[in-house]
């Protein structure tokens, strides 16, 4: 399997979240990796495209990555 890059593995993501969270833990390690490999610190988030785009649903989406080690900020809309 290739290695993805930061955009790759967030696609991936959302396709999960789309999908009902389907291996989302899988994308999230995939996720973590690349932002290693590239260099950065945060991963960028659409809020457009979470499951629940509010405040409660943007919360738990960065609480749950935190604990899997990858700290997360959303776009501006």
């Keep these: 399997m290739s290695e993805l890059t930061v955009a790759e593995a967030t696609e991936s993501i959302y396709a999960s979240l789309r999908a009902d969270n389907a291996d989302i833990d899988t994308h999230i390690a995939a996720l973590k990796a690349a932002l290693t490999r ?17 405040r409660s649903g943007r919360k738990l989406t960065q609480a749950y990555f935190r604990q899997r080690g990858v700290s997360v900020k959303f776009s501006d809309q």
């Design 38 to 54: 590239e260099g950065i610190r945060q991963a960028v988030f659409d809020p457009a495209k979470l499951a629940q785009n509010n």
